[in-house]
């Protein structure tokens, strides 16, 4: 059997409708991946920026304890340059600060001029394993030089509100003093009258900050990757990054090579503390957090790799299953679309062979009761059917077959009634007849009769109404009842009176017959007649003219009507012409009627062509209504009956 | 040819157009059959538009006549032209009908 187109085009369909769905899906997911993912690695990203800026902000705590302390000592002793170093000394010993200095407004020391920045440091760090007096040293740097009026430092810590905490300054060198680098905490100076007159400040090692950054950074990637160095991809790509960034977007802290200055693009959002950003044009995302009472913001940069790591893992993993799961259904569906369609095949097959002519052609069986088992169902019930039409068809058609026999045997019984010898001058000094008759249908309801008795000819025509089989059997009995009513009778009036009585005892169909009935007398010519509604018969003797007759009821429906009788004498040579209304009302295709006015024609040219013997008239009159009627169906029976009186001596 | 039947001052009337030929007859004998079942009531069959009688047609008016007798009611025959009034005169059916 071939594929079945039914059951690819549902597949297709159902496949269609699923992929469409699977799409939908998919992309659903993929997108719910993708935001778990950033959200996800914001987590992290703000994880680690709080855990750092907290880190920084405790220890800076830590410095802020000991360089307020140690400005609350300045701000008692400044009523001297003197003063002021003597201050810084006892501090810096205490708190084993590095360095520390205090700088002061335009023109404050009397003789020191514009610029005073006191500044007290270890000489040679390096060597240090204490701090004593010993190695420090007293240094005034303020300078047109060092004009620091107008540093960062200087302005940020003048800014502070004395209560509150001061500020951390971005690393520097400072060349002033020696190469290294430094950060200093600053804190505004106020005097008695609550004016502030100037920084106090504290070095800080940059590298300690560095050390207190890189322990952070270690414990973060361990906490993360289990691996405190490098975090590269195979392509050498940093995928996890901390970094700390000044306000320009430089480097402040971070051990590892990422090029910081992709941050930069971000500078002008002034690092925000909002959650991670796409950095555009770069496949990283950057968490910022600012910490406090600096200019430093803490970054944490994740490669998009990281960020989609797991997701993509996902993704493909989802991917993979709803992949093999649609292969999967593809073939269990086409499959079982398959095996619910093939029993159509199989009833196609069937249906076939049925067509075929071959009506028991077996149908397929199925087990379950769905449609295609009810398909089967109604075409078992068609093909019953289909054979029972077909028997009956059969059987029909032999009924008609049969009953076309019938008629033809009817036929040939029906013609047996009527006379086949008909007597010519050849036979008979008297009379010579002729008469034909022709059924519309294998039988009709016409007749005729002759027949002779003591010199007489008793002859008849008649018409029953209607045709076909009820007429023919009607016109049966009506011929017998003739037969036996003339054998004792022998005035028409009579015979058609006694036929009429007999007949409408026993018709309960109304069916009627008009009928001519006339008794010849043959030495005498005398003519004795009853005409029982049929159409008067034509006399063609010398002219052509009607037989006047009465206007009696036909046979069959009055028994208590009598009937008139008439007479009149026939000439030797005139016709008496007989006929049924098939004659006068023969029809042809535009249902015109063949009329009275042409028979009388007819009649009337046979008589002038010396025609009018009794075959030569009908002869002619046949032709002429043969004609007349042309391709047109024979309507009705057509009757005609000729009788001509030849008896010579009657002259 | 198309058979009409309805009442008209207390009498039914058969209204008959066209050709009553046999192959008309069975058609018409089954539309005029309720005249068979009035009771009381005279009957027209009104045949101003018929324009052929054959026999069986003539079977059909004899019938309804036949049944009204019986009933003791009256038939008339209306309006019947020269063609249909020979089929009568001929047939001798002239002289059972009444005509008005």
């Known amino acids: ?51 750092i800026e907290g880190k920084i902000e405790s220890t800076l705590w830590a410095v802020h304890v000991g360089a307020s302390n140690s400005r609350n000592e300045i701000e008692r002793n400044m009523e001297s340059p003197e003063q002021v170093f003597d201050a810084l000394e006892r501090e810096i010993t205490v708190n084993q600060f590095m360095g520390c200095f205090a700088a002061f407004e335009p023109d404050y020391f009397e003789g020191q001029g514009r610029w005073f920045e006191a500044y007290l440091y270890h000489a040679d760090p390096s060597t240090s394993s204490g701090i004593d007096s010993a190695h ?47 950060c200093s905490y600053v804190l505004p100076i106020v005097d008695r009258q609550g004016r502030k007159v100037g920084v106090y400040g504290v070095d800080l090692d940059y590298l300690w900050f560095n050390e207190v950054f890189s322990e952070v950074e270690k414990m973060v990637k361990r906490e993360f990757f289990d691996n405190d160095e490098n975090l590269q991809d195979r392509n050498g790509n940093i995928y996890f990054s901390v970094q700390m960034i000044d306000d320009k977007g430089n480097r402040i802290l971070g051990s590892d090579s990422l090029d910081i200055n992709i941050l930069k693009a971000e500078q002008e959002d002034a690092f925000g503390n909002l959650g991670m950003k796409d950095l555009k044009g770069t496949p990283y995302y950057v968490n910022f957090k600012s910490i406090p009472y600096t200019d430093w913001t803490v970054a944490v940069i994740q490669h998009r790799n990281l960020v989609f790591a797991w997701g993509k893992i996902l993704a493909l993993v989802i991917l993979l299953c709803m992949g093999i799961g649609c292969i999967v259904i593809f073939f269990f569906t086409r499959r079982s679309i398959r095996r619910a369609t093939k029993p159509l095949g199989f009833l196609s097959e069937s249906a076939k062979e049925v067509a075929k002519g071959n009506f028991d052609a077996p149908l397929p069986t199925f087990e379950h009761n769905d449609e295609v088992a009810q398909l089967r169902d109604s075409f078992d019930n068609m093909q019953q059917s289909l054979v029972k039409y077909i028997e009956d068809l059969k059987e029909t058609t032999a009924q008609k077959a049969s009953i076309e026999s019938d008629l033809r045997i009817a036929s040939e019984i029906q013609k047996g009634m009527l006379p086949e010898k008909f007597p010519t001058k050849e036979d008979r000094d008297d009379v010579q007849i002729f008469a034909s008759l ?94 029982a509604g049929h159409d008067a018969p034509l006399l ?24 008139t009788l008439q007479e009149t004498q026939i000439f030797t040579g005139t016709t008496i012409f007989l006929f049924t209304d098939g004659l006068t009302e023969a029809m042809d295709v535009d249902k015109a009627q063949f009329q009275m006015e042409r028979v009388n024609d007819v009649a009337t040219q046979a008589l002038a062509q010396q025609q009018q013997e009794p075959r030569q008239l009908i002869s002619m009159m046949t032709e002429a209504v043969h004609q007349f009627v042309g391709d047109a169906e024979q309507s009705d029976d057509l009757t005609m009956m000729a009788i001509q009186y030849i008896k010579e001596n009657n002259q | 040819m198309t058979t009409t039947i309805q009442e008209q001052d207390g009498k039914m009337v ?51 006549l036949q049944n009204a007798e019986e009933k003791g009611r009256q038939v008339y025959i209306k309006g019947i032209n020269d063609n249909v009034r020979t089929i009568f005169t001929i047939t001798g059916f002239i002289n059972i009908f009444k005509f008005m």
């Open chain 2, 14 to 64: 058969a209204i008959l157009k066209g050709c009553l030929d046999t192959a008309a007859a069975p058609e018409t004998e089954k539309a005029m059959s309720p005249l068979n079942d009035v009771e009381g009531k005279d009957i027209i069959i009104d045949c101003t538009e018929m324009e052929y009688i054959s026999s069986a047609g003539l079977r059909i008016f004899l019938a309804i």
């Open chain 1, 1 to 51: 059997m071939k594929k079945s187109k039914l059951s690819r085009h549902i597949t297709w369909h159902v496949i269609g409708i699923m992929s469409f769905f699977n799409v939908l899906i998919i992309g659903a997911i993929l997108v719910f991946v993708f935001r778990v993912s950033l959200v996800n690695s914001d987590m992290r990203g703000q994880y680690v920026v709080d855990g």
């Open chain 1, 438 to 531: 022709t059924p519309a249908k294998e039988v009709g309801g016409d007749l005729f009769d002759f027949y002779f008795r003591d010199e007489k000819l008793f002859f008849c025509i008649g018409d029953v109404s209607g045709k076909g089989v009820p007429a023919s059997l009607f016109m049966a009995v009506i011929r017998s009842t003739f037969r036996t009513v003339s054998a004792h009778e022998s005035m028409p009036d009579r015979i058609v009176t006694t036929m009429n009585k007999t007949i409408a005892d026993m018709n309960k169909t109304l069916m009627f017959v008009t009928l001519f009935v006339g008794v010849l007398d043959l030495p005498t010519g005398r003519l004795h007649y009853c005409n």
């Open chain 1, 540 to 563: 063609i003797g010398t002219g052509v003219g009607e037989l006047p007759c009465d206007n009696n009821i036909p046979v069959g429906f009055r028994p208590t009507w009598e009937y």
């Open chain 1, 136 to 182: 420090l040293e007293r240094q005034q740097i303020g300078s047109p030089s060092h004009d620091y009026f107008n540093g960062p430092w200087y302005k940020k810590g003048l800014s502070r509100d004395r209560q509150g905490m001061g500020y951390l300054t971005v690393p520097y060198f400072d060349n002033s003093v020696d190469s290294a680098m430094y």
